[in-house]
Nanobody
């Protein structure tokens, strides 16, 4: 089992930047891909960025060109650099594998207009 702890959220004005971090522990050798997900109030959780063990990345259309996912080689930490933030990016952000079975507390990102 993989344990995940997200950090780095906060309150930022529109157009600003934040960098989220996700620290992984436990059975990290089993990880094939990691993603950042988000859930806004009243909406379903969605995948916004994914990175594979080979370094390939995929992004939701809504964040392409603004968000960048990266990781260290050992899957100890996964990052999400978020630039040009918009109010619609406001959500609780979670990291998880590409086959999530449980969720952590996430980190709140609030973008003011």
């Amino acid at each position: 089992q993989v344990q995940l702890v997200e950090s780095g959220g906060g309150l930022v004005q529109a157009g600003g930047s934040l960098r989220l971090s996700c620290t992984a522990s436990g059975s990290i050798f089993s990880i094939n891909a990691m993603g950042w997900y988000r859930q806004a109030p009243g909406k379903q959780r969605e995948l916004v960025a994914l990175i594979t063990s080979g370094g390939r990345t995929n992004y939701a259309d809504s964040v392409k060109g603004r968000f960048t996912i990266s990781r260290d080689n050992a899957w100890n930490t996964v990052y999400l650099q978020m630039n040009s933030l918009k109010p619609e990016d406001t959500a609780v952000y979670y990291c998880n594998t590409n086959t999530p079975t449980s969720w952590g507390q996430g980190t709140q990102v609030t973008v003011s207009s």
